[in-house]
């Protein structure tokens, strides 16, 4: 089995703030764009567009509908789904060959395809549901952080962060060192609340997810009242020139 380089003291990982992500999977088709040309492509569909499609996707989005709670109104949460990470991930030391391994210098989980059999144990390991499997190419596949894009020295530094990060319109996803107490993302992971996910299972998970904030619910009759009455148009009552716009725009 595969053991685990020392502690790092960096930890590249991802803050999501569950609070602003609309659900739009602006970060799933851009993970996907930029991976199946990068060090894990291809990243191959089977039958997309039939009845049952499958296909390798590193970044998944899933929406709930959540009932009210207390002050909490019922709405609707979209949590994305990657690889966290892990600092003790299990997917490494369950894996008999050495391709999946943990970055000493940053902390990144990757998989060495030219090593990998497919035997599937470190998939059978995650209890993040983070791995994928590729029926074509016999492999396992997963979230790189972008590694190829983020140390890419032929890009703008602006853009050396995970093509998800890139891609969310709303800015729900970020990107740095939570290794590092000072760094900007960790001061939003303390002024937020954020939150590791399933801590109690040991694995230490870098990624961080911001909860919703509080929302306002409205009147407890207002889904009940009644729609307000609609007043009568009559064109007469306008002036001339309003008159003749009525009629130009409703023919």
């Given at each position: 089995m595969t053991s685990l380089p020392p502690p790092s003291t960096r930890k590249l990982g991802l803050v999501i703030d569950l609070d602003t992500c609309v659900g739009c999977h602006a970060c799933a088709v851009a993970c996907k764009e930029w991976n199946a040309g990068g060090v894990a492509g291809?990243?191959?569909?089977e039958d997309p567009y039939g009845a049952q499609p499958m296909g390798v996707w590193f970044n998944r989005v899933h929406s709930y509908e959540l009932d009210a709670l207390d002050d909490q109104?019922?709405?609707?949460?979209?949590?994305?789904?990657?690889?966290?990470?892990?600092?003790?991930?299990?997917?490494?030391?369950?894996?008999?060959?050495g391709a999946s391994y943990k970055r000493a210098e940053d902390g990144i989980v990757l998989v060495d395809e030219d090593k990998c059999i497919g035997c599937k144990l470190c998939s059978w390991a995650c209890p993040y549901g983070a791995r994928e499997y590729s029926q074509v190419d016999g492999v396992m596949k997963?979230?790189?952080?972008?590694?190829?894009?983020?140390?890419?020295?032929?890009?703008?530094?602006?853009?050396?962060?995970?093509?998800?990060?890139?891609?969310?319109?709303?800015?729900?996803?970020?990107?740095?060192?939570?290794?590092?107490?000072?760094?900007?993302?960790?001061?939003?992971?303390?002024?937020?609340?954020?939150?590791?996910?399933?801590?109690e299972l040991g694995y230490a998970p870098v990624n961080r997810y911001l909860p919703p904030r509080a929302r306002r619910a409205g009147p407890a009759d207002e889904a009940t009242a009644p729609a307000p009455k609609e007043e009568a148009f009559d064109p007469k009552q306008l002036n001339p020139l309003l008159r003749w716009l009525d009629r130009a725009l409703s023919r």
């Open positions: 291809p990243l191959v569909d109104p019922a709405m609707t949460l979209h949590f994305p789904r990657s690889c966290l990470h892990c600092d003790t991930p299990a997917c490494v030391t369950v894996c008999p060959t997963k979230c790189t952080l972008c590694v190829d894009r983020i140390y890419n020295e032929h890009i703008p530094e602006a853009q050396r962060q995970p093509a998800c990060v890139q891609a969310c319109p709303t800015r729900a996803r970020h990107f740095g060192d939570l290794g590092d107490e000072d760094s900007a993302i960790s001061q939003l992971v303390r002024e937020r609340g954020g939150v590791p996910l399933l801590p």
